[in-house]
């Protein structure tokens, strides 16, 4: 399985977003996460969509594995979702414009919530029937490590039937699912917030960006 392209500084500033207020800084602090729905608009999620399922349709995704480095594993029981890393610079160009936005939310978390982000890396993942990913967390032991999770869904129509929610573990609180609707995006802490993708029953597509701190930069 060929390794992500080394993480990119993100140079190019688009207008804040204005994702953090009060509520979601808080959030972020004591659970552990936050969710912004609507985060693009609808048609410029079904043109991400779009690409990802191109992606799909070339052959371009692989079966994703477990671990990192010369650990890494396939062990589709525990994770079935096929995947492609994205080099911003490389990429078409809807998924290029939400891999710019994706400096907004560095920048305001990096205002919010004081965590240093600088980096990131950036993957498209395609879970098919029957596929999910059981309990883990985003960060490995060890270092460099990943600091904020940033998920993009781009499912439309989906209803409860399909499955394929993402379940949270706050700390202290009980579990929380939430489905992988289009526009919606998830953003938490990587190695505080365990979470799982529960099995899906229709084809369920994300990006998904790690971001790391400065103390954290792969070498």
Not at 10 to 38: K, T
Not at 97 to 121: I, K, P, Q, T, W
């Amino acid at each position: 399985m060929q390794p992500p392209p080394a993480p990119r500084p993100i140079e190019q500033r688009q207008p804040a977003l204005d994702l953090l207020d009060d509520q979601r800084i808080e959030r972020l602090g004591s659970d552990g996460f936050f969710v912004v729905d609507g985060f693009l608009g609808t048609e410029a999620a079904l043109a991400i969509r779009g690409e990802a399922l191109a992606l799909s349709h070339a052959g371009t995704l692989r079966p994703a594995g477990l671990g990192r480095g010369d650990a890494l594993r396939l062990e589709r029981a525990a994770r079935g979702d096929e995947i492609a890393w994205l080099d911003p610079q490389e990429s078409p160009p809807a998924l290029r414009a939400f891999l710019g936005r994706l400096e907004s939310v560095r920048d305001e978390v990096n205002r919010g919530a004081y965590l240093g982000l600088r980096r990131y890396e950036v993957q498209v993942a395609r879970y098919d029937r029957g596929a999910g990913y059981v309990r883990h967390r985003d960060a490995f032991p060890g270092g460099p490590n990943r600091t904020l999770t940033a998920i993009y869904y781009l499912n439309d129509g989906w209803i409860p039937a399909h499955g394929g929610a993402l379940r949270l573990f706050p700390t202290g609180r009980e579990p929380l699912e939430l489905a992988p609707l289009l526009d919606r995006l998830v953003v938490f802490r990587s190695a505080d917030l365990e979470h799982e993708v529960c099995p899906s029953w229709a084809e369920r597509l994300a990006v998904t960006a790690w971001f790391y701190g400065r103390e954290d930069l792969p070498r």
